[in-house]
């Protein structure tokens, strides 16, 4: 394991990229190794969203949930995913319900109890553009220690 245990090491990354039949089952190993990594006492709900000419979609979730947060920012063309694949900046929410860029998307993900948003922008070269969201139950998940 890497020093900091929250992050994948280039061998764990390697075998998972070369044990995957395809590359929509490493995306879902990655948000799989994603979420059970960066999560703490609450559960992690990890998504990776490709956007296209078409528009953006999830390729793959750690969960039904995770999926289903981000379709809901697809339905607005606007919230912390696209922004950190348009913009390729980090994206982090330490508390959605105080936060206000964000307050629309706060009113419509309540009633799934999401506090902390993290979404990084994942570089592409094909161009599609894409990004990591991280969804947490709990405040400031994604802190320094993290």
Known sequence: MAENDALPTAEQLQDLLLESPGFTEFLLGLTAISASLLGGDAPLLCAITVERETGPATVASSTET?????????????????????????????????????????????????????????????????????????????????
């Not at 929410?93 to 922008?121: H, K």
């Not at 990004?131 to 802190?143: D, H, Q």
Request: proline share 5%.
């Open 66 to 146: 995770a999926r289903k947060l981000d379709e809901r920012q697809y339905a607005f063309d606007d919230g912390p995913c696209l922004t950190a694949l348009r913009e390729q900046r980090t994206v982090l929410i330490r508390d959605l319900q105080a936060d206000e860029s964000w307050g629309w998307y706060a009113a419509a993900v309540s009633d799934e109890g999401i506090r902390t948003i993290l979404a990084v922008p994942i570089p592409t070269d094909n161009g599609s553009r894409s990004a990591l969201n991280c969804y947490s139950t709990e405040l400031n998940t994604f802190g320094p220690k993290r």
